[in-house]
């Protein structure tokens, strides 16, 4: 294949946009509808913190594989965006602004200790994949912000129709994002579209995108699973008396371990993975894997149709 | 139950209770033994029951019912409430041109959990030809109605020369008919398989066409989970055959045999006991057969001191047999095996024209 006109390699990034952005994903769909509970509301506020952490290190990764002054007088802009020019300042302080307005505690939420592993696997991915690819690649990655800015203003409409309980000032990490992701956006677009020369740097640009969409899906899809409630696939057989803790399924017996036992039990389609947490650490007090062990196995066991979620 | 008597490293956890060889399609790689007529459906409804009891307290939690075609035995509802009862997961395997849908709620009613239909291609044409009957529309609308009753469908389709290029649209057969599974399982050169290997054995370059088929499908969402195994003939190591002979899996043939794999009855020489003659625990525990294999006593060089072997067991004792007539050799597969020339040799013929294959059941294909 030739190598594609810049005007065609950018309709081609826009359309992996359209097809797999987050926008698409039910969490976000029901998030911009209105018909998120505050609950899950606050998880994702907790969770996506995490994913704000990461960002200035990955810039900070960007930035380290830049050769040239101009690009990295830009790129270190977006640094400063998120850490502010001093304490109190920029996009982090204003996430937690907004995990205040939610009516989270900042501390724990700044602690990190509620993330899910999902969350944590998809946003340290993202890290890995700047780590481990070069800047035209990276910077790919980055352009989901082509799409974010649009993302920001459906958001800010929705909270204020739909979720009134919080308060205004919660909102303005999406206000600064609807100003600096398109300037971001242009420059990384502009970079990306006069450095891949070849059919195959254009390919390798649109392999970083999509990935960075998964990375993006997969982070709602672990938000979106810890309310759901769990129970036990129809066809499925648990065997927890057995010597060796089971439940066997049409192709495959999976075993459980000794948590992954007491984990299932509660797995009965009447509570969430947030609650079936909450009551394990009332069991067991002073047990700190929880959120890890809980949340991983259930995520683990829903791949292996052990689980269906309900929502 | 069951596990806390598990012997020395073997449980058995799978029973495969191959209830009929009569069936009504012929496929060119049926792994059936070539004798299949010969071999009586011995065990009726009561005596399955039976065994399925035993197997439980021998560790057994599944149960796959299969064949041939399980479904032309006549005491099946009753095979499936004994092992429902019995406590087992209880899977069905069929060709499905033999079930209605009636039929299949009762079976469902009586315990059955799953079923795995097999397809030859994704479509009519191709598939019936492999088949030697025409079957494939009526798969289709059995398949509708096993997940119209809610049950789990794996779709299995055997991959070889002749279907490998068209893996992408039996994934997207599998997606349209809502199976939860997909096994694209390369024929295994057993039964009427190894008569066709020449015409049946792919080349590298298909294979890796395939694979990276499969790699695509996994990506999207909603899909099948699809299991997909490079044949040995194409790896440098043989599989772990059966999870090891007689470990994990125990089959039943039609005349009530105890074997550690469908194809171990083939080999010269070895003392398989039957059941009910003898007890499930001493067919499993004792039989001579049985014990030939399990552990590492038998094996010879390389595999005796090779640290892969508690990987793969030494690879598959009937290919073993069947490749180099001596059934503790190493797994041909194996690079290391003094034997690897035979399956080095075999890869060849998929460079040269495809003789016309024999149906399983042709008599010309008997005097092997
Ligand atoms: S492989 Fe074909 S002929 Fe053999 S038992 Fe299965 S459906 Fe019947
Ligand atoms: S030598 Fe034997 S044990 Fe070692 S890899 Fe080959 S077959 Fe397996």
Redesign the pocket.
């Known amino acids: 294949m030739t190598v594609a006109t810049p005007a065609e390699f950018e309709a081609r990034l826009r359309a992996i946009g359209d097809a797999r952005y987050h926008h698409r994903h039910p969490f976000n769909v029901r998030m911009h509808e209105g018909t998120l509970r505050p609950e899950e509301i606050r998880t994702w506020v907790a969770n996506r913190y995490y994913y704000q952490t990461r960002i200035p290190i990955k810039d900070g990764l960007i930035l380290a594989k830049a050769q040239d002054p101009a690009f990295r007088r830009d790129w270190i802009g977006r640094i400063h965006d998120h850490d502010g020019a001093r304490e109190g300042e920029g996009g982090l302080e204003l996430w937690l602004a907004l995990a205040d307005a939610v009516g989270l505690d900042r501390e724990r939420v700044a602690s990190q200790c509620d993330v899910l592993p999902g969350v944590r696997r998809a946003c340290d991915a993202y890290v890995d994949f700047v780590a481990s690819h070069d800047l035209l690649e990276s910077v790919a990655s980055s352009l989901t912000e082509l799409f974010a800015g649009d993302i920001m203003l459906t958001r800010i409409a929705a909270f204020e129709a739909h979720y009134p309980w919080v308060a205004i000032e919660g909102l303005r990490y999406f206000q600064s994002r609807t100003r600096q992701a398109p300037a971001d956006a242009a420059f990384g677009l502009a970079y990306v579209t006069r450095e891949a020369r070849t059919r195959e740097d254009q390919d390798r640009c649109a392999g970083a995108l999509e990935r960075k969409c998964e990375i993006l899906w997969s982070l709602l899809d672990a938000v979106d699973s810890a309310h759901a409630r769990p129970r036990l696939a129809a066809d499925a057989i648990p065997r927890l008396d057995d010597a060796e803790p089971m439940v066997v399924l049409s192709e495959r017996a999976v075993k459980l371990g000794g948590s992954g036992r007491e984990i299932l039990t509660l797995c009965d389609g009447t509570r969430s993975a947030v609650e079936i947490v909450a009551e394990l650490s009332e069991r067991h007090p002073g047990e700190s894997h929880l959120v890890e062990d809980v949340h991983g196995f259930i995520d683990e066991m829903a791949g292996l149709s052990v689980l269906i979620l309900e929502h | 139950m069951g596990a806390a008597d598990a012997k020395e490293g073997h449980r058995p956890y799978n029973l495969v209770a191959e209830l009929t060889y009569r069936c009504p399609l012929r496929c060119i790689y049926c792994s059936n033994p070539l004798n299949h007529r010969e071999v009586p459906d011995a065990l009726d409804g009561g005596a399955w029951t039976r065994a399925f009891r035993e197997a439980a307290s021998l560790g057994v939690v599944h149960v796959g019912l299969t064949g041939g075609e399980p479904t032309l035995h006549p005491d099946l509802p009753d095979i499936v409430s004994g092992a429902a009862e019995a406590g087992h997961y209880v899977h069905l395997v069929t060709a499905g041109t033999t079930l209605d849908g009636p039929r299949l709620a009762a079976l469902h009613e009586r315990g059955l959990r799953s079923v795995q239909l097999s397809i030859q291609d994704a479509s009519e044409a191709e598939a019936d030809e492999v088949a030697g009957t025409r079957s494939h529309t009526k798969k289709l609308a059995f398949a509708r109605q096993v997940t119209d009753l809610g049950l789990p469908l794996t779709l299995n389709a055997v991959l070889h020369r002749g279907n490998l290029a068209r893996v992408p649209e039996i994934i997207a057969l599998a997606r349209r008919l809502g199976a939860r599974h997909l096994e694209l399982a390369n024929a295994q050169y057993h039964g009427w398989a190894l008569r066709n290997r020449a015409s049946l054995l792919p080349s590298a370059a298909q294979l890796e066409e395939a694979a990276s088929a499969v790699e695509h499908a996994r990506g999207e969402a909603d899909g099948p989970e699809i299991l997909f195994v490079l044949p040995d003939y194409f790896s440098d190591?043989?599989k772990p055959c059966m999870g090891g002979w007689g470990r994990r899996i125990l089959v039943m043939t039609p005349e009530g045999r105890v074997l550690p794999c469908h194809d171990a009855g083939e080999i010269a020489g070895l003392e398989f006991w039957r059941y009910p003659e003898r007890s499930l625990e001493a067919c499993w525990e004792s039989s001579p057969g049985i014990l030939a294999f399990r552990g590492e006593d038998w094996?010879q060089a390389?595999?005796r001191t090779?640290?892969?072997?508690e990987?793969?067991?030494?690879?598959c004792r009937c290919q073993a047999f069947r490749l180099t007539g001596d059934a503790a050799a190493?797994?041909p597969?194996?690079?290391?095996?003094p034997g690897h020339a035979i399956v080095r040799d075999a890869r060849r013929e998929a460079t040269v024209e495809a003789p016309v294959p024999v149906y399983r059941g042709d008599a010309r294909s008997l005097n092997r």
């Open positions: 190591r043989p094996m390389p595999c090779c640290p892969e072997r990987r793969d067991f030494g690879g190493a797994d597969a194996c690079s290391l095996a």
